[in-house]
């Protein structure tokens, strides 16, 4: 067991300290809303991943949106999840009334501020008391890649990958002498033809943007779940004033590169976005980063994450070196079986029902959890 993990295990020989009280707050409700953002700003890092309105856009019909969260001595809990009902799954029981908890498309929770061992424990306590009495099954977050932001998480916690974490807080010139030289050379051939940035706070080029965007999720034979609607990106704009930008190349008037940034307190998140086949030539994508890491620091951002590669896409994880040469960091993600009978048995469901409509089904291994696997 890692210390990440053992920090956060309860040992039922050890006495629980209380902390504030322990809610978990339905963004359904629109008085839980108001006290979970209330939360959420007294945070100092305000992760735009935790706000209320962020997780919402991730949730199905029949989804909970929550939180889990309470006040320590000194600072906070929250811990932003989405509940699933399995009953809404077409291979599970019909007697089963569990539910499993995930996180939204992101980097996730538990977050907390000056939280120590003794409260992480009695959160945790209390937080397994609720999710044995909701019928959890499983839970799963990919993790925060700024450590220091997050409580220990009480279950596994393995590595799962590198991610990519640009530093911004040096000179522009120290910045820009940290990209490989290829960067810097593709930076000049899109300035040299007439490629510039436009940075977009309102979404006022939402059509162009989408269009590259599914362009783009097209030529990499994208997931369907990657094709969010136009709403979805209407809601976000709507209601993440401030918590966002769109950063686009434009070569002669069109569009060519974009991509939308999230915007926390002190961190931006490259999120979404592409690049236009027939303008690889004129090396955008380049100019679109450096570009964006010169306004967030701009802007007192400390870093941006450029996330990591796709399974057997070593090539994007390179590419992504290129801009941050130190700066791969460890990713994370936690899991935790509450009920490992009701897990089991969701395995033998699903596999007898994927055998009766003629499928032979076994679980990608590491899949988590593995009774979702495709």
């Known amino acids: 067991m890692t210390p990440l993990q053992d920090a956060g295990v309860v040992s039922p020989s050890v006495p629980v300290p209380e902390t504030g009280p322990f809610r978990v707050l339905d963004a ?3 008085g839980d809303t108001a006290e979970w953002r209330e939360g959420w700003e007294e945070w100092p890092d305000r992760e735009v991943m935790a706000h209320p309105e962020f997780v919402r856009l991730f949730a199905r019909k029949g989804d909970l949106v929550l939180a889990a969260a309470t006040k320590t001595a000194q600072g906070g809990i929250l811990y932003p999840f989405i509940l699933r009902p399995l009953s809404a ?11 499993d908890l995930t996180i939204a498309y992101g980097y996730g929770g538990p977050f907390a501020w000056s939280a120590t061992p ?14 044995r009495e909701r019928k959890v099954i499983t839970s799963f977050a990919r993790l925060s890649v700024f450590p220091d932001q997050l409580l220990p998480f009480d279950g596994d916690a393995p590595v799962n990958s590198p991610n990519i974490v640009r530093s911004l807080e040096s000179t522009e010139e120290a910045l820009w002498n940290d990209f490989i030289p290829k960067v810097r050379q593709n930076v000049r051939r899109a300035r040299s033809r007439g490629c510039r940035l436009e940075v977009d706070s309102d979404g006022a080029r939402l059509d162009e943007f989408l269009h590259v965007y599914t362009e ?13 609607s136009r709403a979805f990106f209407e809601t976000l704009v709507r209601n993440l004033k401030g918590h966002f930008a769109f950063f686009h190349v434009v070569h002669e008037g069109r569009v060519v590169s974009s991509e939308l940034v999230l915007l926390s307190r002190n961190h931006a998140y490259f999120f979404l976005g592409g690049t236009l086949a027939d303008a690889f030539e004129l090396r955008p994508n380049e100019l679109l980063q450096v570009e964006t890491f010169l306004w967030c620091r701009s802007a007192g951002k400390k870093a941006l994450v450029l996330g990591g590669g796709y399974r057997g896409s070593e090539g994007l994880l390179k590419y992504k070196r290129g801009f941050a040469p130190g700066g791969e960091v460890s990713f994370r993600i936690g899991t935790k079986v509450h009920d490992p009978a ?9 596999r007898r029902w994927e055998q009766a409509h003629g499928r032979v089904w076994e679980p990608e291994p590491g899949f988590f959890p593995p009774y979702r696997a495709a």
Do not use: C, V
């Open 28 to 30: 359904g409700n629109p």
């Open 89 to 99: 799954e077409p291979w599970a029981p019909a007697d089963l009334t569990g539910w």
């Open 118 to 131: 003794e409260e992480a424990r009695s959160f945790w306590s209390r937080f397994d008391g609720w999710a």
């Open 216 to 228: 783009t999720m097209k030529r990499r034979n994208a997931a369907s779940y990657y094709f969010f």
């Open 342 to 350: 009701a897990a089991a048995r969701l395995m033998e469901e699903r």
